[in-house]
């Protein structure tokens, strides 16, 4: 099946608001409207997520907004919080969910994970999951690093129907493989989504997980995103260090086009 190629900038936290739009405008002026089998998201900092938002202006970009987290409950005494209904005001169509450093420095956990998912769902954003295996669990030998990864990606779906399964984009990003500039080979990182999509098969069948895009990520840079795009389960990139300036990302583009 031909699932439409998906690219996303995760700046993290780099770019003040007045950068952000500079860059989301360098972006659009060297955007070809005929990348259309790509999609391409860029995820600013929640400060940066309205002026982005402006200055991508749908009617005439094709370029989705993106947030980088979401807090599960709608409102209330959450201080520090964003829900996805305030993320869905200011135009977001995507959201990561379940980082490596969400879950390294801010206590992520899988069950937090699944609960943003849901939140995400209900407000028609679709999320982007991140899983992968650290440094310790790949040494342990491949089946260890599966059967972690599918682990995590079971406790995400939890209780999400399958009406809503098949939108679903998850990111693999092996952690020893994030800015270290050791990217995964093609073999590994395809024979992990493959594990991936047979898990989502698992428990929606096949039709669904045929649907959903699965994402590389880890130094993924304009030199060797082209290695990556030909493999049969990987439909796009999650791009953090080459996605701070224009020309890497959109060369990046290109590649999944
Ligand atoms: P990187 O980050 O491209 O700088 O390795 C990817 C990510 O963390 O999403």
Redesign the pocket.
Known sequence: MKRRSLVAG?W?MNKTTVEAAMLSQDICNHYYNDYDNVETVLCPSFMALKTVGTVLDYDKSDIMLGAQDVYWQDNGAFTGAISATMLKSVGCKYCIVG?S?RRQYFGETDESVNLKVRALLTQDITPIICVGENLAKRDEGEKAAIDFVTAQISAAFGEVGSDEAGRIVI?Y?PIW????GHTATPETAQEMCFRIRERIAEIYGLETAEKVRILY????KPENAAMFAPQPDIDGG?????ALEAKPFLDIVKAFV
């Open positions: 995760n993290k980082h450093e990111a990003e493989a994030i800015g270290t990520g880890g130094s993924m999650l791009i953090g260090g080459a």
